[in-house]
Structures are given as C-alpha cells and as structure tokens.
C-alpha cells in the first residue's frame, strides 16, 4: 500500500488540480449543460470534451517533461510560471466570488444533428484560447515536475476530473441546472477553488 501512496496522492494533485480549472463559468459548461437538458447527441458530446482534455493534459504534461529533461532551466521556469499562474488563478476565483450576479445559463437554441453538436464541442473546446493556457501550459508545466513515473497518475487525475465533472453537468442536468443557476453555488465554488488554487500555488513555489 505505501508503494501506491505516492501514485495515489499524485492523482489526487491532478485531480484537485484539474477540477479547480475546469469548474468555472464558461462557454463549454454552458454548452455540456445546454444538451444534458435537451437529451441531445450527450454522450457523444460528453466523450469529445473529456477526450480532448485527457490528451491535452498528455500533452502538456509529456511535452514539458520532454523538452525540460533537454533544457534544464526550463523545468524551473516552468515551476515559478505554474506557481504564479495558479496564484493569479486563485485570486482571480476569489475576485469572482466576491461579485455578485454570475450564474451559469443553458442555451435554449438547439444543436441540431451529432455531427453539429460534436463541431460545437470541438469549437467550445479547441477554439477556447483558455483551454491551451489552463490545460496544456499550466497542468502540463504542474505535471511536468513530477517524477517520470508519477507523471501517468497526475495524467490520469486530471482526466478523471473532466469526466466526472462534464458527466455530472449532463447527465444530472436536470437537477443540477436550478442549483447552477444561483449566483451563491458559484460563489462558494469560486471560493473553494480559489483558496485550492492559491494553496497549490505557494505549495509549487515552496517546491521551486
């Protein structure tokens, strides 16, 4: 068990991490909630979003550990600008929870065939400038730093986290959508992954 203790607390990061990035307000969410409410092309939809960020997160992840085992100063680099990132994250979720009026609102237009909704995912997802910033530079600079071994595991939290929260924001959004809707859930979600973020941060620089 002690042997797996280390896999275990790195999925852990990857998931914590991962969860804190991708629970916010934005286009994407809107979208996945906006089809669990319809019943509309969801799980081909579902599958996309969370593929797509397993392997942007692979990406990330492999791709700086590759060229930091090339360029040695790249891998400290990487830790102050992770840490820094994650700390202006932070401070970012807390500024949103301190203002009121955010809420999360599905679409009512609909997306037509599966082939539509999936080029809609692919939009939401891969035009998303944000999504190469959170998932490829600042998970993959974060996961980068760990130990090659361990680097699968923070891989694999991280995609667990897009799963269970895009499957949860679908398949629940009839119940969810209500509650999602109030400017308090989101003030206590941007609170919560606020002082995550800020705490992953300082842990980060302490590691630097």
């Given amino acids: 068990m002690q042997n797996q203790l280390p896999h275990l607390l790195t999925v852990a990061q990857g998931f914590g991490l991962g969860l804190s990035l991708i629970v916010a307000i934005g286009a994407q969410n809107a979208f996945v909630l906006r089809q669990g409410l319809r019943r509309e092309h969801l799980l081909p939809v579902l599958a996309f979003c969370a593929t797509a960020d397993a392997l942007l997160v692979a990406l990330g992840v492999f791709g700086a550990a590759w060229m930091g085992a090339r360029l040695p100063w790249l891998s400290t680099g990487l830790a102050w600008g992770g840490a820094l990132f994650l700390c202006a994250y932070g401070l970012r979720a807390l500024h949103r929870a301190a203002r009121a009026g955010a809420s999360l609102q599905a679409a009512q ?100």
């Avoid at 939009?123 to 993959?140: K, R, S």
């Avoid at 891989?155 to 400017?183: C, I, T």
């Fill in 109 to 208: 237009q609909g997306a037509g065939s599966r082939r539509a909704a999936l080029a809609q995912a692919a939009a939401f997802t891969l035009l998303n400038p944000h999504v190469y910033l959170d998932t490829v530079l600042l998970l993959g600079g974060v996961g980068a730093q760990q130990p090659p071994a361990l680097q699968p595991a923070f891989v694999g939290g991280a995609a667990l986290a897009s799963l269970l929260w895009f499957g949860a924001l679908g398949f629940a959004a009839l119940r969810l959508a209500p509650w999602l809707a109030r400017p308090a859930t989101w003030r206590a979600l941007d609170t919560a992954m606020g002082l995550l973020l800020l705490s992953l941060g300082l842990g980060l620089i302490r590691q630097a």
